[in-house]
């Protein structure tokens, strides 16, 4: 059986004063809840702040990106060792934004997946159509496509240890929701792809989260479908009210 999961990206959003709060928002109503595991994603200047309040919680924290390389020349990005400092035990990796406006593909994600499983981190790895491919059919395409592409050369071993999220970039902060059963076709696809990749044992043991403007009031119908083991949550994890009106939702 595997536990649902429900993620908050804060994208970039709140300084370290109003993550801060947000956190403890969080962990004053959510301390000791047991229906879901619990990560949230603030923004890479709030991960000290957001850590010591949360640290020893069942209030996980991630990344919301990491770089493949150790150290060096790579002005901008953040390494797994950095990440690691502050206690950090996620990272989202090939995020629809990161692949549309910072050129994330395939192999980039692919790297990045395979140094996070390296050093202990486990990757959120995002897949998901646009809606003109959606519109023209290609939905499993695409998704096979990321899959594959995130996967390759990742042993079963290391593949389990992994969670994915689909995310149809049509539904991202646009208040579109897929509908609980196009949610589920795409997350038994992916399943089955696992199964076909690995096999039934890895299929049935990694984590496929939905992501796409999930809130209080949709979450139900998505987390009750039996392939959908969780939520990547973007809008609605920006208010405590919200993010923990998903996680009660969680059958
Ligand atoms: C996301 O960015 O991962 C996301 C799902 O955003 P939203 O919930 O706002 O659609």
């Known amino acids: ?38 990560v949230i994603a603030p923004t890479y200047t709030s991960l000290d702040r957001v850590s010591g309040i949360i640290h020893g919680s069942n209030v996980k924290l991630s990344a919301q990106d990491m770089h493949w390389e150790e150290q060096g020349a790579f002005t901008g990005k953040i390494s797994w060792d950095m990440l690691k400092e502050l206690n950090v035990e996620y990272a989202i990796l090939g995020h629809s934004e990161q692949r549309t406006f910072f050129h994330e593909t395939n192999q980039t994600v692919n790297m990045k997946t395979k140094k996070a499983l390296e050093k202990s981190l486990i990757p959120i ?6 809606l003109e491919e959606r519109e023209s059919g290609k ?22 240890k992994c969670i994915i999220a689909y995310e149809p970039v049509w539904a991202i902060g646009t208040g579109k929701n897929a509908t609980p059963e196009q949610a589920q076709d795409v997350h038994a696809f992916i399943r089955n792809l696992l ?44 208010k405590a009210d ?10």
Not at 18 to 37: T, Y
Not at 207 to 230: F, H, T, V
Request: proline share 3%; charged share 20%.
């Open 242 to 251: 919200s993010f923990l009106g998903i996680i009660n939702a969680a059958p």
């Open 125 to 130: 790895v995002c897949v998901g159509e646009t």
């Open 195 to 238: 199964k076909e990749m690995y096999d039934e044992g890895a299929a049935s043991t990694i984590r496929i989260l939905y992501g796409g403007s999930m809130k209080p009031d949709n979450a139900a119908g998505l987390l009750s479908k039996p392939d959908i083991d969780g939520g990547l949550i973007g809008g609605a994890s920006l």
């Open 1 to 38: 059986m595997r536990k649902k999961l429900i993620a908050g990206n804060w994208k970039m959003n709140l300084g370290p004063a109003d993550s801060a709060k947000l956190a403890q928002d969080i962990l004053n109503a959510a301390s000791g809840n047991d229906k879901a595991d619990i």
């Open 139 to 160: 939905t499993n395409a695409v998704c096979e496509d990321h899959v594959r592409g995130a996967f390759q050369g990742i042993s079963k071993e290391d593949a389990v």
